[in-house]
Nanobody, 117 residues
Framework: QVQLVESGGGLVLPGGSLKLSCAASGSISSFNVMAWYRQAPANVREWVASIAAGDSTSYAASVKGRFTISRDNAKNTLYLQMNGLKPEDTAVYFC???????????WGQGTQVTVSA
């Protein structure tokens, strides 16, 4: 099982920026896909963005144009650059990895992002 540790969350004003990081215990260049999800209070966990083995990226409509997912294979770290933050972006953000032939899913513990004036 892959260990994932998120960091970089915090309190930010509307319109501000944050960059989340997710440090992985394995070699992320071999992962099938990595992604960010988020979960607001009383809501289901929702997909935010993903990056596949070939570095192709996908985004939820609600964050496209504002968020950028990237990774540094040398540091085994996944990132999420979040710009133009809105109060509705407030949530716990989770890092996800899918690995191996069996597509095993691993999750981090989450990091809180709060967008408020």
């Amino acid at each position: 099982q892959v260990q994932l540790v998120e960091s970089g969350g915090g309190l930010v004003l509307p319109g501000g920026s944050l960059k989340l990081s997710c440090a992985a215990s394995g070699s992320i260049s071999s992962f099938n896909v990595m992604a960010w999800y988020r979960q607001a209070p009383a809501n289901v966990r929702e997909w935010v963005a993903s990056i596949a083995a070939g570095d192709s990226t996908s985004y939820a409509a609600s964050v496209k144009g504002r968020f950028t997912i990237s990774r540094d294979n040398a540091k085994n770290t996944l990132y999420l650059q979040m710009n133009g933050l809105k109060p509705e972006d407030t949530a716990v953000y989770f890092c996800h990895a899918r690995t191996g032939a069996s597509n095993f899913d691993s999750w981090g513990q989450g990091t809180q992002v709060t967008v408020s004036a």
